[in-house]
Every structure is written in C-alpha cells, then in structure tokens.
C-alpha cells in the first residue's frame, strides 16, 4: 500500500514542492484548508505539511487528528517565516505527557 | 468503612485479596511500561526540536530563493514551469512498535531515480536560480520527511503516556487503597464475629457449669436428708 504526501498553503509557499512531485493543494483561506484536509484525510494521505500562517486559524483540526495514526500533520513555515506554532506543539505534546513543563 | 458495601465473608475477602494481588501486579507493570515510553518519549522529543529548527531553517532558505527565482521570472512562466511535476513521490508506511504504541515509519520512492532529473522544465525559459531553489527543497525534503515521522511518533506517545498515567495513578491512589481498605474491613469484621461467638460459648458454658453444679447440690442435700 502506497500512500501520498500532501502539501497545504498558500501558492506561493507550496509551489516549489510541487516540482517535488507532492500534491499541493494552494489554498487562500483557512476555511478552504479546513475542507482541503478533511476531505485528504479520507483518501490515502499518510502526511499533510501546513503552513503555520494557515495552522494557526485551526488548532481544532490539528487536535482533531493529532491522535490518529494517520494522516500527520506537520507544521511548515510558510513564506512569511516561522511562527513558532510548531515548536510550540511539541512543548505542548510534552506537557501533556510528563503533566509540566520539563525541559 | 469502604464505601462500596462489601459482603463480609471469606469468599469476599478471598476475592478481593487475588484482585488485589492482580491490581499491585499491573500497578508496577504500567509504571515500567510509562518510565520506558518516557524515556523513549524525551528522546524522540529531543529529536524532534534539533531536526525542527534545522527543517525551518533550511526551509526558509528554500523559501528565499524561491522568492529570487520569481523575481527574476513572471510569475506566469514560474506557475508554468512547475505545473506538470515530473517527479512523483509515493510514500510507504509500515509500523513500528514502541512499548505497544504503533508508531509510522515512512519511506519513499521517486518515480526518477536520478537526482539531476527532476526538474520538470526546459531549461531555456527558467532561470538558473529557480533549479537551486527546487534542488534545495529536494534536499530539504528528505528531512521533512523525517520530521513528520518522529513528530508523529513523539504526538502518539504523548498520547499513550498520558492514557498510562492516568491508569498507574488510578490503581495507586484510587483502586489499591479502596481494597485494602474493604479488606481490612472484612478481616475486623470476622474477627469480631468470631470473637462474638468466642464470648458466646463461653456464656453458655457458664450456663451449663451451674446447672450441672446446682444439680449436685441438690442430689447432695437429698443425699443428706435420707440418711
């Protein structure tokens, strides 16, 4: 079973991977990233990279697949830089498994 | 006093004390089963942040000669150029086990085998920055790869260490203390009974001893008047 690798963001900030031959789904709202990642969630996507600027209007989503094995979906810093959501999860997915803040 | 009611038997505290010895035994099972994911899980965490940092830096290089490349070209030759991908990239996942968490494993496979063709365009219409731009995000990409993998086993973790925690803390504060209490509960409970009976028998006894004594008496005095 093979599965795809999809990329989710603004045109700019996905194009390149295109070249890389992953799908890219250019999206301009949050809303529209919403149903782009439900509607992947449901066909053979094992990871999906969202940009952080698009990430940070739908932490629900993130939480909603966060424990499922798939798809992953991993935070990305867009063309605007990194807004440090991404790292912050991880500070979070700490927290939620010592119960502090270790490290 | 517990406070579920308990029967008060043997068969109860037989009970009860196997279930004990079952809830100890997983109690110390868990608590190894949640000290090793965490050792696994600070691990892969540290794992995580280092190769983090370093994707979103390399990213942001990525992102900076893109931005070049189309400075240098419109953007409809750009949009062009990187509309039909030569390259296709297919992922296979297979699982791994970590103290019985499934975590993903990816792999991938490039339709191209060879690195220096998989740019997608002619060259004559591009610039050459665009080809360092997409070369570097290939490399890049690699690590990205690696990144969801161990961000997604670090996610899952988090989330087994979490459901193991709260079940070692139930069985140590909540469940073991509940039955030694019934326990202790039932063991004074027929203590006592058998005390009560201890005192009961010995009140009969005392009843039987003075009619018995009383009865001598008697036939001793009637021996006494007859002759």
């Known amino acids: 079973m093979t599965y795809s690798i999809a990329v989710v963001g603004d045109w700019d900030s996905v194009m390149g991977f295109r070249a890389l031959g992953l799908e890219t789904h250019p999206v301009r709202t949050p809303d529209q990233a919403r149903e782009e990642i439900k509607r992947l969630a449901k066909t053979d996507c094992a990871v999906i990279y969202l940009t952080e600027t698009l990430a940070k209007a739908m932490p629900d989503v993130l939480d909603r697949y966060k424990d499922e094995l798939r798809p992953a979906i991993i935070l990305i810093p867009g063309r605007e830089g990194s807004l440090g959501i991404g790292r912050d999860n991880i500070q979070r997915a700490i927290e939620r498994a010592v119960g502090a803040d270790i490290l | ?227």
């Open chain 2, 1 to 227: 006093m517990p406070n579920v009611a308990v029967n008060p038997t043997r068969m109860e505290l037989t009970r009860l004390k196997g279930k004990l010895r079952t809830a100890q035994r997983g109690h110390k099972l868990l608590k190894d089963k949640r000290d090793e994911l965490m050792k696994q899980f600070l691990e892969t965490v540290r794992e995580v942040r280092s190769l983090r940092a370093e994707v979103e830096e390399d990213l942001m290089k990525v992102h900076g000669s893109f931005t070049v490349a189309s400075a240098l070209m419109s953007a409809q030759a750009l949009e062009q150029a990187l509309m039909y991908p030569k390259q296709s990239v297919e992922l296979t996942m297979t699982f791994q086990n970590v103290m019985s968490v499934n975590v993903p494993v990816y792999d991938f496979q490039t339709r191209t085998k060879s690195e220096s063709d998989i740019y997608p365009y002619g060259f004559a219409g591009t610039s050459g920055e665009l080809d360092a731009a997409v070369e570097a995000l290939g490399h890049v990409f690699r690590k990205m790869l690696k990144l969801a993998q161990i961000e997604k086993s670090a996610q899952l973790m988090a989330e087994e260490i979490e459901k193991t925690r709260r079940r070692v803390n139930a069985l140590e504060y909540v469940k073991i203390p509940e039955m030694q209490e019934s326990i202790k509960y039932i063991t004074m409970k027929l203590e006592e009974n058998e005390r009560a009976n201890t005192i009961r028998l010995m009140k009969v006894k005392d009843m039987v001893l003075k009619d018995a004594v009383e009865e001598r008496r008697r036939k001793n005095e009637e021996m006494l008047a007859n002759s």
